[in-house]
């Protein structure tokens, strides 16, 4: 499974799952008439900016809309202007933003719960109980981070 199915996956298991797109027109009124539509008279750009507010809903404050979006390569906002929904991409990659700051940090992200072991940093937690030749947590080792340790490993680096 891909990181990006896999962080689809998760997200959608925990309190916050991946906002559902609006109605187009919300707007209920009697005897008024609603306002012309605004998603349709928006730039790419003002698009993925508000996809990218909406994408950091829910992150308890981890990543700022900004940061999504200085983390992008300038080829991803050109993906981006051509879907007609950009907020699904920006979900995820805000997720995966997000998890990459708790295993800089040294804390292993949500989901990530089972024991593993991966040949060069040993025990540590993974999305599944899998053995692997290198993890996520390598950079962690590399740069003499603390890696979180399943309990049986009795050791924090």
């Given at each position: 499974?891909?990181?990006?199915a896999?962080?689809?996956e998760?997200?959608?298991k925990?309190?916050?799952?991946?906002?559902t797109?609006p109605p187009?027109?919300?707007?209920?009124?009697f005897g008024s008439?609603?306002?012309?539509?605004?998603?349709?008279?928006?730039t790419?750009?003002?698009r993925i900016?508000?996809?990218?507010?909406?994408?950091?809903k829910?992150?308890?404050g981890?990543?700022?809309?900004a940061?999504?979006?200085?983390?992008?390569?300038?080829?991803d906002?050109?993906?981006?202007e051509?879907?007609?929904?950009?907020?699904?991409?920006l979900r995820?990659?805000?997720?995966?933003?997000v998890?990459?700051?708790?295993?800089?940090?040294?804390?292993?992200p949500?989901?990530w719960?089972?024991?593993?072991?991966?040949?060069k940093?040993?025990?540590v937690?993974l999305?599944?109980?899998?053995?692997v030749?290198?993890?996520?947590?390598?950079?962690?080792?590399?740069?003499?981070?603390?890696?979180?340790?399943?309990?049986?490993?009795g050791?924090?680096l």
């Amino acid at each position: 499974m891909s990181w990006l199915a896999q962080a689809l996956e998760i997200s959608q298991k925990q309190a916050h799952p991946l906002p559902t797109k609006p109605p187009k027109d919300p707007f209920v009124s009697f005897g008024s008439t609603p306002p012309a539509n605004s998603e349709e008279k928006k730039t790419p750009h003002e698009r993925i900016t508000v996809a990218a507010a909406e994408a950091v809903k829910g992150l308890s404050g981890h990543i700022t809309a900004a940061t999504l979006l200085s983390k992008l390569a300038s080829e991803d906002f050109t993906d981006l202007e051509a879907r007609a929904d950009p907020l699904p991409f920006l979900r995820s990659f805000a997720i995966a933003c997000v998890w990459t700051d708790f295993r800089r940090d040294g804390i292993a992200p949500p989901g990530w719960d089972q024991p593993g072991h991966c040949d060069k940093c040993g025990p540590v937690y993974l999305w599944a109980g899998i053995h692997v030749a290198g993890c996520p947590w390598c950079w962690n080792r590399l740069h003499g981070v603390k890696i979180p340790r399943p309990p049986s490993a009795g050791v924090v680096l």
